[in-house]
Each structure stands twice: as C-alpha cells, then as structure tokens.
C-alpha cells in the first residue's frame, strides 16, 4: 500500500467522522452549541469552526490561494451552516488524494504562519498534520457534549470506519 492510498483512505475516514460528528451534534439543541465550557475553544461552535478554518487554511496554503478573515467567519452563525462549511472542506482532501502521485507527497509548500513567520512542509506533512488535528479536536467535542449532558456520541475512530465500510 503506497503512502498516497493512506492519505486517500485517511481522508475519506476524515470527512465520515466529521460526517457522523455533526450529524451527532445537529441532533442536539442548537442552543446549546454556543454555552462556554472549558477546553481550547470556548464552545461547541467555536470548536467546530476551528476544525474548519485549520482544515481550510491548509487548503488554502497548499493551493496557493490567499484565505483572508477565517477566524471570525462563522460568529454568531448557526451550527447548520459551520458544519456545513467543514464537510465541504473535507471533501477537498479525498479529491487531492486521488489527483496527487506518490512522488508529489514530497513538494514542499511554502507559507505563512498565521503569525507572519515562514514555514515550509511537504504536502505528505501537510495532509498528515490536516487530517490528525481534527480528529484530535473531534476527541474534544465529545467531552464537550458530554459536559452539555449528552451521553450518545458517535464512535468516530478510524477503525469504526473500516469495519463500517466492509460491511
């Protein structure tokens, strides 16, 4: 197995697990996705549109298009439309792991950090970096939800992928 057929396996398991995270969120009372607890982001929703901006500025970086005012693009915005956003960016990583060969995961990608500073990493990295973080922070609104009282989150670990996609 080639290391562009992970990345493609691995982004197709990224948008099913943002699929079934906000459908499991979307479920809930919307009201709730904007009540402050304590974890990097403040709610459900800012989480959320973390997930999306950092999935979306890599997007960006990789396909050298300026992404401007992303932090701030969902404020007062409803759930609907923020995970709507993030589905939609998700998309875009299965579609470049199809297009990308095994000797592209070696271009390096030249960027800015959010910070101004420089930063150069090979779109292997890149994908790689995309992909973990928001499973990481799917890790997160979990125990969010679990503060807000929810106590039927969807199993959204890689392997419940698979063994849903061989059944």
């Known amino acids: ?45 800012k989480t959320l549109s973390h997930i999306w901006v950092a999935e979306y500025i890599w997007m960006c970086r990789i396909e050298g298009i300026v992404g401007n005012k992303l932090s701030g693009r969902h404020d007062g915005k409803e759930i609907s439309g923020i995970c709507h956003d993030l589905l939609e960016v998700s998309q875009y990583y299965i579609k470049k792991s199809e297009e990308i060969s095994e000797n592209d995961l070696s271009q390096k990608f030249r960027y800015k950090y ?47 992928y698979v063994r849903e996609k061989s059944v």
């Open 114 to 160: 959010l910070s101004g500073d420089d930063g150069e990493s090979e779109l292997i990295d890149i994908m790689h970096h995309v992909l973990n973080h928001s499973t990481y922070h799917r890790g997160q609104l979990v125990t969010m939800g679990r503060e807000l009282g929810f106590t039927d989150p969807p199993k959204t670990d890689y392997i419940q």
């Open 1 to 45: 197995m080639t290391a562009q057929h992970i990345l493609y396996n691995y982004s197709k398991y990224n948008l099913w697990a943002n699929g079934m995270m906000t459908q499991w969120l979307l479920s809930k009372d919307h009201g709730l996705m904007d009540v402050e607890l304590k974890s990097s982001f403040p709610t459900i929703n």
